[in-house]
C-alpha cells in the first residue's frame, strides 16, 4: 500500500461542528417567502412602500407549519426581511415595519406567529435576513448600519425561541454606483453564536453552503468538505444575485469541481462546508397569481429531492403565501402529493433485521452489522486499508428493490472518493449503480431488481472509510 499524502490526511481529519450535524439532519425544510412584496406584486421592493400595504386578512401561519409538516419537511425559515428593509416584526429600530401597517392595528408580529406555530407542529424554525437593506437611510454609511442591523438581529435572535438557521442572503443589486456598505460580518456571527449557539449561519456565513444556483440542482459530486475561501462573505457577496430579473440558473462551470483531489491538492485551508439546494415551487420566490400556473409538479419535485437530498445536500423549498396570508390550494396539493410520495418510497426499510457482512473492519465495535440498526453512532469503518472494502446485505429473501440509500459517518470525516454498488443476478454479480460522493446521504436509484443480496465496494477513498446507513427500498 502506497503511503497517504500529507493534503489526504488533512483533508480527512476535517469535521462537522455539532451544529452541522444537527442541520444535516434536517435534510429537507420550507422558505416562506412573504412580506410587502406579497401585496405589491414584486420581487424585489424599492424600500420605499407604505407599510400600510401588508395587510393579510386571514394570516395562518399555522397553515404553513401544518402543510410543511405533511409534506415531510423537519423546519421552516421566514423572510423577516428581504431587501425592501420592511419587518415582519415590530422592530424598535425602524419604522418600516408591520408596527406601522392596517395588519391587527399594528400589534401583530409574523414573526412570533410562526415561530409558536412551528412549535406546535413539532418543526424547527429558522429565519432568513437580508443584510442589504433598500430602505434603511444608513445603509451605506459603515459602522452606523452595522450597528442598526446588529440592533435588528438581536430581536430576532433573543425574541422568538430557538431557531435552527440564520439564513444571511448574500443579494446586493444596487450594481457599481450604488451605495456600499462596509458588512462587519464577524459581528453579526459573534451576536448569532452568542444567542443561538445551535443555529447553522447560511450562505453568506460559516456553516451552509450555498449550492450556486436557484434551478433546484447540486452538483454530482457535492463535497462536504472544500477550500476554505468558499466560506469568504465578501466573496460570497460578490457572486451572489446581482439582479433580480436574471436570477442565476445554473453552476458556473468553473465551480463545478469543489473538493476533488485535485481541487484540495493546492489549497492549505480547508473547511466542512456542506451545500444547500434553495429552489421556489413557484416561478418567483414571492406570491403572484401570474405565477399560479408555474407550481412545480410532483415529478419535478421529487427529481429536485432525489438530486438534493439524495445526493449530500440539504433542499430548501419555497413556498410563498398569497396575499390573503393562505398558502394557494395548487400549492397545498403539490405538497401533499411530495409528502405521500416519500412515504411510499420509504415505507419498509428492507434491511432491517438483515445481515450485512464485511470483508474488513477495524474492530468488533465496527462491523458491518453495526450499521444496521438506525442509530446513527453505530456504524462499519474499515480500518487503515478502504480501498477494496467490500460490504454485502443479505436480506434473507429476495425482494423487489430499486433504492438503496448509504451514508457516511460524518462525524469522522468525508472519506470515500469513489463506489459501486452491485446485486446478485443468477449467482453473479451486476453492477446497478456507482459514484464518487456519498457523504451524509447518497440516494442510489436503479430499475427495479427482485434480489437478495446487494455489495458495496470502496474504491477510493481518503484515509479509512466509514458507512452508517445502508438502507433498502
Ligand atoms: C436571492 C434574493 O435576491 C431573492 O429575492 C430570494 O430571496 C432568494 C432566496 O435569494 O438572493
Redesign the pocket.
Known sequence: MSETPDYIKYAASIVPSERQIAWQNMEFYG?V?FGMNTFTDS??GSGNEDPELFNPENLDCRQWAKLFKLAGMKGMIL?AK??DGFCLWPSKYTEHSVKNSLWENGEGDVVARCAEACREMGIKFGI?V?PWDKHEASYGSGEEYNEFFRNQLKELLTGYGELFCVWF???C?EGPNGRKQDYDWESYYALVREYQPGAVISITGPDVRWCGN?MGVCRKSEWSVVPYWHSNSELIAAH??QN?TS?PKKINPTDMDLGSRKVIKKCNRLIWYPAEV?V?LRKG??YHASDDYSVKSLQKLMEIYYNSVGANANLLL?VPPMPSGKINERDVESLLSVGAQLEIDFRENLAEDSLMQDNRHLDGEHTGQHILNYDPESYWHSGPEPEGSELILDLGDEYDIDKIVLGEHIRTGQQIEKFSLYTQVKGKWKKISSGTVIGYKRICRFDEVRARYFRLVIEKSRCFATISRFEAY
Request: without cysteine; proline residues 4%; charged residues 15%.
Open positions: 422558505f417567502h420581487e424585489w423572510t428581504h431587501h432568513y437580508s442572503d448574500g443579494a443589486g436557484e451572489s444575485q433580480v436570477p434553495d421556489s420566490w414571492f419555497n
